[in-house]
C-alpha cells in the first residue's frame, strides 16, 4: 500500500491521541452504565439467574448463586456486558461488596478503574482485604 498526499501515513504522536480516544470513550461507555448508588443494587442474592442475549451473547447464560465460582462468573459477565438497566437487577449490593477484593481482579482495568472511582466504598474493600 503506498501512501499519497490525499492520504498521508499516521505518525506516532497521532495514533497515541487515537488510542487515548478510543480509551476514554470505553471509560465513559462503563461509566454511564453505572448506577447513582450501589444501593440501587437489589438483584438476586440465591436461585439461579437468567441472563438475556444481550448480556450473556457468548457463553452462559444460566448461574447458580449458590455456586461461588458461578456467581463472579455472574457478575464479572454483567459488569462488562450489562446495559444500565441490567445493573440493578442482576447485581446485588451487599454481594458486590463481598465479592470485589477477588472480583476486582478478574474484571479488565477499565471496569476496575470506573467502579472504584464511582465507588470508594469498593477501593476501600480491596485496600482492607490485602
Known amino acids: ?3 499519497s498526499p ?14 487515548a480516544e478510543d480509551l476514554a ?3 465513559e461507555k462503563f461509566r454511564r452504565r453505572l448506577p ?14 437468567e441472563l438475556p442475549l444481550h448480556v450473556a451473547w457468548s ?16 457478575y464479572r459477565t454483567v459488569l462488562h456486558e450489562g446495559l444500565r438497566d441490567d445493573l440493578p437487577r442482576f447485581l446485588n449490593r451487599d454481594l458486590l461488596l463481598q465479592m470485589w477484593p477477588v ?7 477499565t471496569v476496575r478503574s470506573v467502579w472504584e472511582e ?6 476501600a474493600r480491596s485496600r482492607s482485604a490485602a
Not at 447513582?36 to 439467574?49: K, N, Y
Request: hydrophobic fraction near 35%.
Open 59 to 74: 457463553g452462559m447464560t444460566s448461574y447458580d448463586l449458590g455456586k461461588p465460582r458461578q456467581r463472579m462468573g455472574l
Open 1 to 3: 500500500m503506498s501512501f
Open 118 to 123: 464511582a465507588f470508594p466504598q469498593l477501593a
Open 25 to 27: 470513550l470505553y471509560r
Open 6 to 19: 490525499q492520504y498521508p501515513a499516521s505518525s506516532p504522536s497521532d495514533l497515541s491521541g487515537a488510542v
Open 103 to 109: 472480583l476486582r481482579t478478574l474484571v479488565g482495568r
Open 36 to 49: 447513582e448508588s450501589l444501593e440501587e443494587l437489589r438483584g438476586p442474592i440465591e436461585g439461579v439467574v
